[in-house]
């Protein structure tokens, strides 16, 4: 069965470094997420994509993010400069269509010290 | 954000019984409703969902009832098993044309089933 992967699994930087998160979708799938999740707080929205642009972005999606998709596998997530709130849950998320069923990877916990 | 509400954050249940987890919204503009589960260490996984032009879903040992006037949602199983064991999260959605559908996520219930 297709499934959504994210590297690395795990990421420790230090507050101020850049950080890149990898995401491969499923490879049919057009439209895809970022959601975070802070220990101990709900799951949240960061961005949607497609057609190689910003669909929607949340509050927490400052200028400090940004979202690729380099080619056509792969969907990036990055943080020009972390702070120690960035410290999270990472998850990547794909659907074929709008209407469609959002299927999500197993997440990137990152670490900002 | 408490547009959707997940007042339980632990339910514990035998084998072989049932499970009913809660959610409560407020934004009437949500029109679709996902349950996802999670285990550790692992992302959310989709479950079950329902449109809100229907109260009820059913897909084997889920079930999902949808009450619109009182903007609440249930998801049942049974019979439950060990291996339901994981957090369960309603991710309801607006159907709004034209943009991505973001999910909001409820804080989630841990479900244990005791064997």
């Known amino acids: 069965e297709p499934e959504v992967t994210q590297t690395p699994s795990h990421q420790v930087t230090q507050m101020g470094q850049e950080v890149i998160l990898r995401c491969v979708p499923i490879?049919?799938?057009?439209?895809f997420y970022w959601y975070r999740q802070i220990l101990g707080q709900k799951v949240e929205f960061l961005v949607s994509?497609?057609?190689?642009?910003?669909?929607?972005k949340s509050e927490i999606f400052d200028d400090q993010f940004s979202v690729e998709r380099p080619d056509g596998s792969n969907f990036t997530l990055k943080i020009r400069s972390t702070k120690l709130e960035d410290s999270a849950m990472y998850f990547c998320a794909s659907s074929w269509d709008l209407q469609e069923t959002q299927y999500f990877g197993p997440g990137t916990r990152l670490l900002v010290l | 954000d408490q547009q959707v509400k997940q007042n339980s954050p632990s339910l514990s249940v035998q084998e072989g019984r049932i499970s009913i987890l809660n959610c409560d919204y407020t934004?009437?503009?949500?029109?679709?409703f996902l349950w996802y589960k999670k285990y550790p260490a692992e992302g959310p996984t989709f479950l079950i969902s329902?449109?809100?032009?229907?109260d009820k879903n059913e897909d084997g040992r889920f079930t999902v009832f949808l009450n619109k006037s009182a903007k609440h949602l249930s998801l049942h199983i049974v019979p439950s098993q060990p291996g339901d064991s994981a957090v369960y999260f309603c991710?309801?959605?607006?159907?709004?044309?034209?943009?991505?559908?973001?999910?909001?996520f409820g804080s989630g219930t841990q479900l244990t089933v005791l064997p």
């Open positions: 934004n009437s503009m949500f029109d679709y």
């Open positions: 994509f497609y057609n190689n642009e910003i669909s929607e």
């Open positions: 991710a309801p959605r607006v159907n709004s044309s034209g943009s991505a559908r973001q999910l909001t």
């Open positions: 490879s049919n799938h057009l439209y």
């Open positions: 329902i449109s809100s032009i229907k």
